[in-house]
């Protein structure tokens, strides 16, 4: 029997609704605890950046946000629909650029594009036209026919971005997605999401660059160790020091002194 989607009761609807609201989201592998508890609001039209330090659990969270791997508890609800009970409904919303997932790389770019359209129930023309004008605007045009396996690690990047905005979605959820990046291709992606936000997409964006989240995000979240520190507004987290002091600070950065390394 076909359970209908539904939206999740108590959830507020219109305007106010967040785009992506987290609830007690907990993750072990094996003995460790990746993620502890983990309970955040991503308003709706908001630019998010996920800082923390490697191994921090972003990309564990990210995960767990957009249905890639099932939390040991807790509740991730995209745009009202809750990922594990209405997941078709949820992501077909969603664009997701992961982190270490392995594409279908021995396909061209067009190929992955229109695999990935096809993949979504989406018309072949349709498909068709916008891969071509994600081509053109991410400057991956000239790659041809080369298989997505011999692109490099900046042009990676920019096909998978491509195969999340394909279906035009309302949220995009990225995972490092400036890491490996030459700074021309970073400065085109930075203009594509700025735009996007401010067509009235939500973007969500793990990275440890804190240049780049300062100067795109209208929000922040630090965590460190599978816990959320510290949220809420830039202008809130930040306050009136810069954002590279706070971060140190919450997740507990060392200052090396004078006696530490006197060989060098």
Known sequence: ???????????????????MSLRGLVKHFDARLAVSGISLDVPAGSFYGLLGPN????????????????????????LGYDVWHSPSEAKALVGVLPDGVRMFDRLSGP???????????????????????????????AAGRTLVVDYSA???KKIGLACALLHAPRLLVLDEPFE????????????ILQRYVTGGGTVVFSSHVLEVVERLCSHVAI??????????????????RPLQDVFVQVVGGRVATGSELAWL
Do not use: C, F, N, W
Not at 58 to 71: D, E, F, N, Q, Y
């Open 111 to 141: 190929e992955l594009l229109a695999y990935h359209g096809l993949l979504r129930g989406m018309p072949a023309d349709v498909v068709d036209r916008r891969a071509r004008d994600l081509l053109d605007v991410l400057e991956l045009r």
């Open 55 to 78: 191994g921090a659990g972003k990309t564990t969270t990210l995960s767990m946000a957009v249905g890639l791997l099932r939390p040991d508890a807790g509740q991730a609800v995209l």
């Open 223 to 240: 965590m460190s160790d599978g816990v959320l520190r510290l949220h809420g507004t830039l202008a809130q987290v930040r306050g009136d």
């Open 180 to 191: 490996a990046v030459d700074p021309v291709s970073a400065a085109l992606i930075r203009d």
């Open 154 to 156: 900046g042009m990676k």
């Open 1 to 19: 029997m076909t359970i209908p989607a539904q939206r999740v009761p108590g959830e507020p609807t219109g305007a106010a609704a967040p785009a």
